[in-house]
């Protein structure tokens, strides 16, 4: 994926690996699927004991529904790293953080904002406000 799409999407503050970020797009109901691979962060650390003698195991695949300013209808299928910390008691699990949300809640906060924006009408319902 090129560096303008990325722009186009918003996404151009996340250290995205182009070479390896792919889109689908799916006429029939006009969603777009961003399979986003992030850049090794090199200074990344345990977060319970800080350690950096942590191995990457592999990645976990999140789904995170999105919006940019022009599209609604953005999957996010995030190619996340999973690492396990050597420095911990025990061998421990922890997953690369995440850019999106403060928490591990599956919606970011672009799509957070268009959803409240939408229910500032007065008029807003649930049914009418589609882009949830
Ligand atoms: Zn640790």
């Known amino acids: 994926m090129d560096y303008e799409s990325i722009k186009r999407y918003g996404l151009d503050h996340l250290n995205v690996d182009l070479n390896k970020t792919y889109e689908v797009f799916n006429p029939?109901?006009?969603?777009?699927t961003i399979h986003l691979?992030?850049?090794?962060?090199?200074?990344?650390?345990?977060?319970?004991?800080?350690?950096?003698?942590?191995?990457?195991?592999?990645?976990?695949?999140?789904?995170?529904?999105?919006?940019?300013a022009l599209e609604d209808n953005i999957d996010i299928i995030w190619h996340r790293r999973q690492?396990?910390?050597?420095d911990c008691e025990k061998p421990a699990y922890f997953?690369?953080?995440?850019?999106?949300?403060?928490?591990?809640?599956?919606?970011?906060?672009?799509?957070?904002?268009?959803?409240?924006?939408?229910?500032k009408s007065e008029t807003a319902t649930y049914v009418n406000v589609n882009i949830i």
């Open 95 to 119: 997953q690369e953080p995440s850019p999106f949300n403060t928490s591990n809640f599956n919606v970011s906060i672009q799509k957070e904002m268009k959803i409240l924006f939408e229910f």
């Open 28 to 32: 029939t109901n006009n969603n777009h």
């Open 37 to 68: 691979y992030l850049n090794k962060d090199l200074g990344i650390t345990c977060p319970r004991c800080n350690g950096t003698n942590i191995k990457n195991v592999g990645t976990k695949n999140i789904k995170i529904k999105y919006a940019s």
């Open 83 to 86: 690492y396990i910390c050597y």
